[in-house]
């Protein structure tokens, strides 16, 4: 089975500060991780996915994140954020294979605040 | 690129009253969706696996006589909480895959329901 822990419930930040979201999974078997955001009342959108090969993934919205497999962690980055980031975001993992890749195992989420 | 669409976005219903909640892929045939309930301030939750042409495949602890899920065609999945009750209220939001072999969920925009 597979866990997530997003490592803080909410993050306060100044726009154009630098912000990190910290994630760490457990997993006996490899995996493939998300990152993904929600708005207000909407669904989510996908930010970013690490499903192998280089360890920095890049994503939209200047997003990106560093996976790192000794430490079971792939916490996302922006080196300078908007208001308009306010949101929920959500990391997400899944087990490698055919039938598991729909099912995602959610942390609890991190709110970022952006305050002007 | 892909789109789901959750109908309808919000409902309120009484209690003791069924309510069916649809997820169109409108330009993608989707074998395969997935249904989440999202409670306030909370994660993800998956609730089911549903599958064109045969039965959903329920998580564990999730009534299927309950949330009732149709997959009739390539393109609908709908969601039907029978006789529902105030602990049903929630946010339920549907995801699909884009095809076979794809790795990427791509969400609807969610359905909030409040049963009175």
């Known amino acids: 089975a597979q866990s997530v822990t997003q490592l803080d419930s909410q993050v306060p930040v100044f726009e154009e500060a630098p912000v990190e979201l910290r994630c760490n999974y457990s997993?006996?078997?490899?995996?493939?991780l998300f990152w993904y955001v929600q708005y207000p009342n909407q669904g989510l959108q996908l930010l970013l996915k690490?499903?192998?090969?280089?360890?920095l993934v890049k994503g939209i919205n200047g997003f990106e994140a560093e996976f790192n497999k000794s430490q079971t962690s792939i916490h996302l980055r922006k080196p300078s954020v908007h208001i308009s980031d306010t949101a929920e975001y959500f990391c997400?993992?899944?087990?490698?294979?055919?039938?598991?890749?729909?099912?995602?195992?959610f942390g609890q989420g991190t709110t970022l605040q952006v305050k002007p | 690129g892909a789109v789901v669409s959750q109908h309808p976005s919000r409902v309120i219903c009484k209690s003791g009253t069924s309510v069916k909640i649809e997820c169109r892929s409108l330009?993608?045939?989707?074998?395969?969706m997935f249904w989440y309930r999202q409670f306030p301030k909370q994660s993800l939750m998956l609730m089911a696996t549903?599958?064109?042409?045969?039965?959903?495949?329920?998580e564990q602890g999730v009534e299927k006589d309950k949330f009732l899920i149709n997959h009739a065609s390539l393109t609908l999945s709908t969601l039907t909480v029978t006789s529902a009750h105030p602990e049903d209220s929630s946010f339920y939001i549907c995801?699909?895959?884009?095809?076979?072999?794809?790795?990427?969920?791509?969400f609807g925009a969610g359905s909030r329901l409040t049963v009175l």
């Open positions: 995801s699909a895959l884009l095809g076979a072999g794809a790795n990427v969920l791509t």
């Open positions: 997993s006996s078997v490899s995996v493939y």
């Open positions: 690490y499903l192998s090969g280089s360890t």
């Open positions: 997400a993992v899944t087990a490698h294979g055919s039938g598991n890749t729909g099912k995602l195992i």
């Open positions: 330009d993608f045939q989707a074998t395969t």
């Open positions: 549903s599958n064109e042409g045969s039965k959903a495949t329920y």
